[in-house]
């Protein structure tokens, strides 16, 4: 049986070590960001924190978190009335108003304000505009506050390399979330590519994809761990992406990355290609129906349709032409910067013919330079392509009218060139039979459903479930599906307008194998023993690969948010994987803690057993929040999958003999190499380890896994069975040996000592077990941390004596509080220190029978136009004329 001898595993930590850990988030090497201390303290926007690059022992490359006080650094403001921001460190000028924005900010907002792809909200005034400005398509910085980046690239046939040149072009998007880049790729006139790479600004492959062989125009992918370096270099559109194919006549494209904001926008697209063989020509069309009105608005990036010669010449008169069946249908005739062949125009006024081709892929748009000799590249429109799923969690609290039944709807849609929509939905959890099911619109009234297509008949009332397809999808319903506006709706016996309600969105890709094309595992508070009744539903996909690891994701919908406690006002979840049964205790794993909707990731060492439950339809997944700790909702899991241990047991370490290399400087260079013992082994090496002979250790992409020799007595001797029965653990973290049956807390480079975990050694296997500590239920209001480093929480207890320093107290005297290195008596309050910061005078704490408190003084609502914040002043005050304040006192923080 393959155990994890050294694999620590607990929920919030299966990341590499080459990164830096504050405050519960995660950092890249050379990250850099200022620290949340939590309430109430906040964000201390004058320390900058940053993750450098250390060497820790066996020459291991880990984080290290410095800060610094940032404030000594910040400029001298040239007026004579600086201002203090909100949420900065540094006084600005700001013509009297703290809100007002700098210069920069205004002209970057104009340079939007003409087209209606940026705009929220139409303006009639600009639907019959053309434009054709660079200016628009500019890398514009998304604000830090956002946690997506979407950029795109064209792929063309290379130029001057040694590769002949190709005839494909290749339409690649690009989402950066914090150091995950994903990627969609469709590509035409070209095999299927072999490897995608990604070169720096020097020209250096920084990342290799390798595609796999399936019979698809698209290629999916997930470049994690983005170093900080490229994470700017992307930024700044110094990255370049390209795809070789490995078999017949090997072809190369290649493009620049580059940021776009019409991305944002686009619901159909388009690539370009030429007729012509290997003329390293092609662009892509990015397009969007107008809100209320049917304008199509499209921008067109080029590559290679202009000649060198033609770049003599400022500008090169070039034709557009929207067609069906090569009939013209509209006609542009516009210039183009030779050396900027970018372009944009809104077709206004689409008939209900163009319409209905367009939602049918049917039109084509082209380009062509007029002249003596016209190049010409074309292509048909089609609803926007992405490796994303559409998906929707269909949930009670988000019905027209909320409530909190318990039950869940899940459904998962794929959209086809020719505008045919395909749909699997099940429902479960609901108390009264469904009615109706239907997709809709977002009612203008509550009272007032827009209902665009009904699923009931698909639906099998047994099995919960509807499968079709919607084959008559309008080209707005298409727009509308693809900006997340569509919605679809569960009416039941009880709840004639809707039991269950959900919003129809894109679920970005992730690079894990669970297989988003089977419909996932509906969760539901009435699966949860005994049931819930709330307000929340979600889904999972969850799946076992070859190597026996578990891939899983899961989205929840629904929460409300007032009845989470938690300070960000987001889902706090815990979610988990066990078995069914009264013993689930036994055999249930956390996957992991999480805020947002989502959860997602890959669990390695899974015991025999859950694998077992797995395979057989009795496991579940569960999450649970505060509020439920014991469950929110869950789901039973049925993944059939063949690691049983007789499979694994049966191999023999001959046969792997030869197999793998044993240079060890060539070990070192390779990634997936395991170091363990002082010795560097090969990835799917196997040997004995030096501490006990009844182990085999073979390596798993890092990872070293032991292997516990079960023979029959008659093949060993007797001083072998005894030294087999008195195994001892070893516990990489801490790199010690452990007797059988001992418990301790585990030691993990470089968080140090995990008290909210416990590890024992199973002296029968070796095997190191650790779980989280699982906390007492308290039934008392306002639970206590005692010491910081406690795990769990306690109820203030009047007769029970705090044990502190000997120094300054006894035990049967008056509690005292403990804060950083100095002891408190109860009453006693202070203002607490920050190392860099020094004192916070505007925190006050306070002794509290031994439970040290903290609050933020109170400010008040401020509602004049000019605010400021004087130096050492903890409020902001009304700046000018004090009779235009209004104080409103907030509430006092509980």
């Known amino acids: ?16 070590t080459a990164r830096c850990s504050f405050g519960g988030r995660f950092y890249s090497l050379e990250d850099t960001w200022h620290p949340d201390l939590g309430e109430p303290f906040g964000v201390m926007h004058c320390v900058q924190c940053y993750c450098e690059t250390q060497r820790g022992r066996k020459s291991k490359v880990l984080g290290k978190v410095s800060c610094k006080n940032v404030k000594r650094d910040c400029p001298e403001p040239s007026c004579d009335d600086p201002v203090l921001l909100p949420g900065q460190c540094c006084k600005t000028c700001s013509k009297g108003n703290p809100y007002y924005p700098p210069p920069h900010t205004k002209q970057a907002e104009a340079v939007f304000d003409g087209f209606e792809y940026f705009q929220e909200k139409e303006k009639e005034d600009d639907l019959h505009k053309s434009y054709n400005d660079r200016s628009y398509l500019s890398s514009e910085d998304i604000s830090s506050g956002e946690s997506r980046t979407d950029f795109v690239a064209v792929l063309t046939g290379v130029t001057g390399s040694w590769l002949p040149s190709s005839s494909g072009v290749a339409r690649a998007r690009f989402s950066l979330t914090r150091t995950s880049l994903t990627f969609s790729i469709t590509y035409q006139r070209i095999g299927r590519p072999s490897r995608v790479a990604f070169l720096d600004s020097d020209g250096n492959t920084a990342f290799e994809y390798k595609t796999p062989k399936r019979d698809s125009d698209m290629i999916c992918g997930v470049w994690k761990n983005l170093p900080q370096s490229h994470v700017r270099q992307l930024q700044a ?3 370049r992406v390209t795809m070789t194919t490995a078999t017949g006549r090997r072809e190369q494209i290649e493009g620049k990355i580059i940021k776009h904001r019409a991305l944002f926008a686009e619901t159909f697209s388009s690539t370009l290609t030429s007729e012509k063989e290997h003329s390293g020509m092609g662009g892509i069309a990015m397009l969007t129906l107008s ?5 199509l608005h499209f921008i067109l990036i080029l590559q290679g349709l202009i000649q060198h010669r033609q770049r003599d010449s400022p500008l090169v008169p070039i034709r557009v032409r929207l067609q069906y069946s090569q009939h013209v249908l509209r006609e542009i005739h516009a210039n183009v910067t030779a050396y900027d062949p970018d372009f944009a125009e809104v077709l206004t006024d689409l008939n209900s013919r163009e ?27 089609t609803g926007r392509k992405s490796c994303d799923t559409i998906q929707s969690v269909m949930s009670s609290g ?26 699997q939905v099940q429902i479960a959890g609901l108390s009264s039979e469904v009615v109706g099911l239907t997709i809709e619109l977002k009612p203008r009234r509550r009272s007032k459903r827009s209902v665009l297509y009904d699923l009931a008949p698909e639906f099998d009332r047994p099995s919960g479930r509807a499968t079709g397809s919607w084959s008559r999808l309008e080209a707005r319903h298409i727009h509308m599906l693809l900006q997340n506006e569509l919605f679809i709706n569960v009416a039941t016996a009880h709840s004639q307008e809707g039991e269950l309600r959900g919003q129809i969105r894109g679920l970005l890709y992730s690079g894990l194998e669970a297989p988003r094309h089977e419909i996932p595992i509906p969760l539901a508070g009435q699966f949860v023993a005994p049931p819930v009744l709330t307000s929340a539903g979600g889904h999972a996909w969850v799946s076992v690969d070859e190597r026996c690891h578990l891939h899983y994701e899961i989205v929840v919908a629904g929460l409300n948010k007032a009845d989470d406690l938690t300070v960000s006002a987001h889902l706090h979840g815990f979610a988990e994987i066990g078995e069914l049964g009264e013993s689930s205790t036994n055999h249930k794993r956390l996957l992991t803690g999480f805020y947002g909707s989502q959860a997602q990731g890959v669990l390695k060492d899974i015991s025999v057993e859950l694998l077992r439950h797995l395979d057989r339809g009795t496991a579940f997944i569960q999450v649970s929040t505060k509020v439920n700790t014991r469950g929110e909702i869950r789901g039973r899991v049925h993944v059939p999958n063949n690691c049983e241990f007789g499979t694994r047991g049966e191999v023999e370490v001959a046969e792997f003999d030869g197999l793998f290399v044993h240079d060890p400087e060539e070990l070192k260079k390779d990634p997936h190499t395991c170091f363990f013992e002082s010795q560097h082994h090969a990835h799917g090496s196997l040997w004995t380890p030096n501490y006990n002979n009844c182990f085999t250790c073979s390596c798993q992409e890092a990872l070293v896994l032991s292997l516990y020799i079960t023979l029959h007595p008659l093949h060993l001797s007797v001083p072998s069975v005894s030294l087999c029965q008195q195994i001892r653990c070893y516990f990489e973290g801490d790199q010690k040996m452990h007797a059988p049956g001992s418990t301790w807390h585990p030691f993990v480079p470089p968080f140090g000592y995990i008290k909210c975990a416990l590890c024992t050694c199973k002296g029968a296997t070796g095997e190191v077990h650790c779980e989280k500590v699982t906390c007492p239920a308290l039934t008392c209001s306002r639970p206590v941390r005692r010491s910081p480093s406690d795990c769990c929480k306690e109820c203030p207890e009047e007769d029970k004596p705090l044990l502190v320093h000997a120094d300054m107290m006894q035990a049967d005297g008056t ?12 009453s006693d309050n202070w203002h607490p220190r ?9 925190i006050t704490c306070w002794c509290d029978h031994g439970v040290t408190k903290c609050q933020r003084k109170q400010c008040p609502v401020l509602t004049c136009s000019n605010i400021t914040r004087r130096e050492g002043m903890c409020c902001p005050e009304c700046q000018g004329d004090k009779h235009t304040q209004t104080y409103t006192l907030l509430p006092h923080a509980p």
Not at 815 to 821: D, E, M, N, P, T
Not at 834 to 842: S, T
């Open 237 to 239: 559109e110094q990255l």
């Open 815 to 826: 509690r005292h509080c403990k804060f950083g290195k100095n002891f408190y008596q109860n």
């Open 398 to 423: 988000d019905a027209l009218t909320p409530g909190k039944t318990g039950g869940v709807g899940s459904a998962f849609f794929h959209l086809h060139d020719n505008g045919t929509l395909d749909y």
């Open 355 to 381: 319409l209905f081709w367009l939602s049918r892929g049917q039109l084509v748009i082209a380009v062509e330079t007029e002249g003596p000799d016209p190049r010409h590249i074309s292509g048909f429109i």
């Open 834 to 842: 920050v190392p860099l910061m020094g004192e916070m005078k505007c």
């Open 1 to 16: 049986m393959l155990q994890a001898t050294h694999q620590f595993y607990m929920y919030m930590w299966t990341l590499p």
């Open 291 to 295: 809100d209320t009105e049917n304008n």
